[in-house]
């Protein structure tokens, strides 16, 4: 046994658990932890400009490796400034460790600064919570919060320790990290009437979706789609897990529904979703955007509450997804994948309507328009960024319903993107976004964000360039609150009102001054040559803002999906 401080005992733990980022801000009732992190080079720590950042990054950082992402800071106001990210955190399932301080235990229910109960405002938001009011319930407190920040469905723990337990020193055994939960294994029965249901399939159709990716099953969705010929649609989470650019890929749902998934959705005999939950981003609770009534909907999730939740499985497994698949997998060889054929015409409709998707992409791509068509913005990013770049997709109808879409961007890895959950958070990818190349030093980065998100979340730009990370924020600026203007547009005649900013705000005079390059793009024949430019600059480790005047452009897909 050793005597160490809880502060040290808090960071300790860190260490054992493989953490390399902290991101967070100190405060009075945390500066026990940070003195521990003094001096030490296994862990980072991410200096935010607000504590809603802290929890931006440790999300975004979740969704890149896997990994909990870790944030730490002070009572009160440091801790509920991360709500809104922690709850995009647990609406879409990443892992996450909160380090909260709090007042001292004598100055309890005393009136003390900062004090607040939250263990009770995070209760909705996290998979578990706990006050720690003896120094020796930090080590065994860290211990349970990472398990069940990993376990089943991941999402944020709160470990809320007050400010003299941390400056208090007791003895401490060795640790025996967590590490990774043993992953479950899919019930063997329903695999095999499942594998019966897709061997019978005239037109089977994947739908994998951020469970997907979150299990790491890339290669057997991709096994899965070849073995039986069937094209592959995606969430916003699920893009990556199979490229772009293979011939079976069909693009998303929702509001990322285009001719390709408009037509495979509702005509699909057999539909399989893997860790994708239907929810009212990919639904609109419209039947057309769900698989048809008469189709077998076989549904793979870890958590059992998300079977049947939003359309009913006839063949509901619970299971982590990789080895449900490899079960699956192994089931068909087992039974014999040569006697089934699929439909001609069900993979002749994927070939080409995709086609046509891309010839309409290329015709929006080469528009000369002024203002600019974003769908040009869009098409020079992929020329100039290359392939394995990492991408921010933030919230609204020009970034996510255009840069979020298959075929106007095109992904190509798994746990290449930083995107929303459901919960739909205006800037909680541009905010998220530098973890990219702490994550991913080597690799490019590329956010989508409007003027309004940005607006949010602007405070972000010294933290990427006081590291030095080269990242390039690109603004979609149309001078609105696209989304909601559109809803006046097409339900209130058109009564504008709190949706269009009158101050042309000068982004790219701020992105200087906080240390980042900087311009403003009006001219479409100008987009490449400033997107060269800023990757230049990314390049030398200065971060950069485009700020592009767009048009106010709108996909279909978009369009269909909100119309009231």
Request: overall charge neutral; some cysteine; proline content about 5%.
């Amino acid at each position: 046994m050793v005597m160490k401080s809880g502060g040290q005992a808090v960071v300790d733990v860190l260490k054992a658990e493989g953490v390399k980022f902290i991101f967070g801000m100190p405060g009075g009732h945390t500066i026990g932890i940070y003195d521990a992190l003094y001096g030490q080079q296994q862990i980072s720590h991410i200096l935010v400009r607000h504590e809603q950042h802290a929890a931006s990054m440790a999300a975004g950082y979740a969704q890149l490796t896997g990994e909990p992402g870790v944030c730490c800071v002070t009572a009160g106001p440091g801790a509920t400034n991360l709500v809104t990210s922690v709850a995009e955190a647990y609406v879409g399932a990443l892992p996450m460790v909160i380090i909260a301080g709090r007042g001292a235990t004598r100055n309890a229910h005393r009136g003390a600064s900062q004090e607040i109960d939250q263990v009770r405002i995070f209760a909705a938001i996290t998979k578990w919570g706990v006050r720690v009011d003896r120094p020796d319930l930090i080590v065994e407190s860290l211990r349970q919060a990472f398990t069940i920040a990993r376990s089943g469905k991941p999402g944020p723990v709160l470990i809320d320790i007050p400010q003299d337990i941390l400056g208090m020193q007791f003895d401490v055994g060795d640790y025996l990290p967590v590490g990774k939960p043993a992953a479950v294994r899919g019930d063997s029965d329903r695999i095999k009437t499942a594998a019966a249901a897709l061997l019978a399939a005239r037109k089977p159709l994947i739908v994998a979706g951020g469970g997907a990716v979150a299990a790491n099953a890339t290669s057997e969705v991709r096994q899965l789609a070849e073995m039986l010929g069937s094209p592959v649609v995606t969430t916003l989470a699920g893009r990556g897990i199979l490229p772009d650019d293979h011939e079976l890929t069909a693009g998303g749902i929702g509001h990322h529904r285009q001719d390709v998934t408009k037509y495979l959705l509702p005509n699909a005999d057999v539909v399989i979703g893997i860790g994708a939950r239907f929810e009212q981003q990919e639904t609109n609770w419209k039947p057309e955007y769900v698989p048809a009534p008469a189709a077998t909907y076989i549904q793979i999730d870890i958590d059992p509450n998300e079977l049947g939740r939003s359309v009913v499985a006839t063949i509901g497994i619970t299971g982590d997804a990789r080895l449900v698949l490899q079960d699956l997998l192994t089931e068909l060889k087992t039974k014999g994948t040569g006697q089934r054929t699929v439909s001609k015409e069900w993979l002749a409709e994927l070939s080409n309507r995709r086609a046509a998707l891309e010839t309409e992409r290329e015709s929006m791509a080469s528009s000369n328009a002024t203002p600019i068509h974003p769908i040009r913005i869009f098409d020079r990013i992929q020329r100039v960024f290359p392939r394995n770049a990492t991408v921010a997709i933030d919230v609204g109808v020009l970034a996510q319903g255009m840069g979020g879409a298959f075929p106007y961007f095109k992904i190509f890895e798994p746990r290449a993107t930083i995107v929303p959950s459901s919960f739909y958070g205006m800037g909680f990818a541009a905010s998220a976004f530098p973890v990219a190349r702490l994550v991913y030093p080597d690799r490019p980065a590329v956010c989508f964000v409007g003027d309004g998100s940005f607006q949010m979340v602007m405070n972000i730009l010294p933290v990427a360039a006081e590291l030095k990370l080269g990242v390039t924020w690109c603004i979609f600026n149309d001078h609105a609150l696209g989304s909601i203007r559109d809803i006046q547009v097409q339900a209130f005649n058109e009564r504008f009102i709190g949706t269009e900013f009158v101050l042309d705000l000068d982004y790219a005079g701020l992105a200087v001054a906080s240390g980042c390059y900087g311009e403003r793009v009006t001219d479409p024949h100008q987009v490449e040559a400033a997107l060269q430019r800023a990757f230049v600059a990314n390049e030398s480790g200065k971060p950069a803002v485009l700020d592009f005047v767009v048009a106010k452009e709108r996909m279909a897909g978009s369009t269909e999906f909100f119309a009231r």
